[in-house]
């Protein structure tokens, strides 16, 4: 058997018990060690917010279809950031003992399907708990930083850094998006980065983690503008990753951007985009915002950048800034028969989190 988290309904979280199947030719059971929490995406389907929920998606013609909902309540599966044990193994690919990164959803053991289950081993000097970010969370933003990389070199990228390295790079949002972005940045040689955020604790994070910080409040452009200067009339960021699904984030990291500079969009929003004003610094500086999703990379990239070179890059950041991510972004580790009300909690903003962690070793991680 497995316990698995399942969102009955907009307020209502539970934590359900499944019957596993049994392990096939091919593939492997794990035991959850660490399940990673998306605050931003999960917390719209306990808040009944989720596009998906009132609309569907048609991947043939790239639209959304109003009044066909895609999913129903209960929402079970959602999380993508698991690490597992492996304690059985119908396979050579990984032995038993092996740690793994993979995304199946918040639950306490899974049976990987060796025809549709993607899994990372994670290397041995690597802090399991920060093991959450290799499948798919850190691919997210090395994805962004490819994305700036090939708008500025196109197909002749050849190292993940080559968008950002030597230049101004702001990032907006100071979650674990903007973070882990803002760590990649600075990896890969960045000259300066900067974060902007409307809220003081977080930036505290993010200058705890080498940035330098400004408050969204404190007309972070005008001070930009005025210390990056590139020429006459060319002043701002070179790049600026957007990674807050607020419309009135966007529209700041237009404010942000140089003339003909390039906005790198990581954000999910579920709201529209009514506050972008896109007759304003968008039309008069023509400025590009691109969209980087894990689903695609850059065109002409594929080949060369797929999913496991991404998740290679995130094992070498965490290895470089691990401690630090570990003592500042690991905000919280709550075990599973804690999680319905801590997910409860998070939506009705009772409590705040950066990245909080399920996990039954909750003594193992100090919590």
Not at 60 to 80: D, K, M, N, S
Not at 235 to 260: E, I, K, N
Request: with cysteine.
């Amino acid at each position: 058997m497995t316990k698995l988290l399942s969102i009955e309904g907009p307020g209502r979280v539970a934590l359900v018990e499944e019957k596993l199947p049994d392990v096939p030719e091919g593939g492997f059971m794990v035991a959850t060690t660490h399940s990673g929490i998306s605050a931003g995406t999960e917390l719209t389907y306990v808040k009944g917010t989720n596009p998906y929920l009132t609309s569907s998606w048609d991947q043939a013609l790239g639209l959304f279809t109003e009044g066909t909902p895609a999913i129903a309540y209960p929402v079970r599966g959602i999380g993508y950031m698991q690490v597992g044990l492996v304690v059985e193994t119908r396979t050579r690919a990984v032995a038993e003992g092996a740690l793994v990164a993979m995304c199946y959803g918040h639950r306490t053991a899974y049976v990987a399907d060796p025809m549709t289950d993607r899994f990372v081993e994670l290397p041995e000097d690597l802090d399991p708990v920060l093991g959450i970010y290799v499948a798919h969370m850190g691919p997210i933003c090395a994805n962004g930083l490819l994305h700036a990389a090939h708008d500025l070199h196109g197909p002749a990228v050849q190292q993940l850094g080559d968008g950002v390295r030597g230049r101004r790079i702001v990032v907006v949002g100071a979650g674990v998006v903007g973070l882990l972005t803002a760590c990649f940045a600075m990896s890969c040689g960045a000259a300066e980065v900067v974060v902007v955020d409307e809220t003081p604790a977080r930036l505290a994070v993010a200058e705890s983690l080498g940035a330098h910080v400004l408050l969204a409040d404190d007309n972070p452009a005008v001070a930009l503008k005025r210390r990056w200067r590139h020429g006459v009339d060319d002043r701002g960021a070179d790049v600026v990753f957007q990674c807050r699904g607020q419309t009135r984030a966007l529209a700041l990291g237009l404010r942000l951007l140089r003339p003909q500079g390039t906005l790198v969009d990581l954000a999910f929003y579920t709201q529209g985009a009514q506050e972008v004003r896109l007759g304003e610094e968008f039309h008069h500086n023509g400025l590009t915002v691109r969209c980087a999703q894990i689903g695609r990379v850059p065109r002409g990239l594929a080949h060369a950048w797929d999913r496991e070179r991404l998740s290679h890059e995130t094992i070498t950041l965490l290895r470089e800034h691990g401690r630090l991510l570990r003592e500042h972004l690991i905000t919280d580790v709550v075990g599973f028969s804690d999680a319905p009300q801590f997910l409860t909690d998070l939506a009705a903003r009772r409590r705040q989190s950066i990245q909080a962690v399920l996990s039954d070793h909750v003594e193992d991680e100090g919590g």
